[in-house]
């Protein structure tokens, strides 16, 4: 049951892109079409902003895009806000357990 | 509006036991699974444990296995037993969608701290 890996920090100024890597195996980000991202401000709960990949839950700015190849998903945000600085997390469904997190990223508007 | 109220964490000693409930409202309860997560201070997320909509499947972490249950009624438990300073953590009570296949809400947390 090891976490699935993202980067520690991944930052940028108002406006641009970025993009979140999620790296795992073939038996949970590899085989699954069940990857979802959340977002966790601090002392908040998690909150979920893209599932299946790629869709986005009602309510969820358009600004928040998923995709996968092979063994790694990855968020993109674009058009950086101030309110996108959080920690974001990576979850998979898993073979060897019902579901994995991944590491977590926390995401720095400059 | 759905709604996710943990309750039951406190200080307990090395060794000791707590119940963790977590009460739910805006939704048919009894057709969704749930899940415990925590949340070490100052680290990431770990999935703890599972229970399907109907009790009859219930999953642990490994790091939990053999200590902690889990359970449902109108609520859902977690069991916690024999504990340890590293199950120090702000639990998270996380309800599945409707196929299971990731959580659509959470609640506040409850934090438990293990220590003497």
């Known amino acids: 049951q090891s976490a699935l890996t993202q980067p520690a920090s991944v930052s940028g100024s108002p406006g641009q892109s970025i993009t979140i890597s999620c790296t795992g195996t073939?038996?949970?980000?590899?085989?699954?079409?069940?990857v979802s991202w959340y977002q966790q401000h601090p002392g908040k709960a998690p909150k979920l902003v893209l599932y299946?990949?790629?869709n986005r839950p009602s309510g969820v700015s358009n600004r928040f895009s998923g995709s996968k190849s092979g063994n790694t998903a990855s968020l993109t945000i674009s058009g950086l806000q101030a309110e996108d600085e959080a920690d974001y997390y990576c979850?998979?469904?898993?073979?060897?357990?019902?579901?994995?997190f991944g590491t977590g990223t926390k995401v720095t508007v400059l | 509006e759905v709604q996710l109220l943990e309750s039951g964490g406190d200080l307990v000693q090395p060794g000791g036991s707590l119940r963790l409930s977590c009460a739910a409202f805006?939704?048919?309860?009894?057709?969704?699974?749930m899940s415990w997560v925590r949340q070490a201070p100052g680290k990431g997320l770990e999935w703890v444990s599972y229970?399907?909509?109907?009790?009859n499947n219930a999953k642990f972490a490994d790091s939990v296995k053999g200590r902690f249950t889990i359970s449902r009624d109108k609520t859902v438990y977690l069991h916690m037993s024999s504990l340890r300073a590293e199950d120090t953590a702000v639990y998270y009570c996380?309800?599945?969608?409707?196929?299971?296949?990731?959580?659509?809400?959470w609640g506040q947390g409850t934090l438990v701290t293990v220590s003497s």
């Open positions: 979850s998979s469904s898993s073979t060897s357990s019902t579901r994995v």
């Open positions: 229970i399907s909509a109907s009790s």
């Open positions: 996380a309800k599945y969608n409707v196929a299971g296949t990731h959580f659509d809400y």
């Open positions: 073939s038996s949970d980000v590899g085989g699954s079409n069940y």
């Open positions: 805006g939704f048919t309860f009894s057709s969704y699974a």
């Open positions: 299946d990949v790629s």
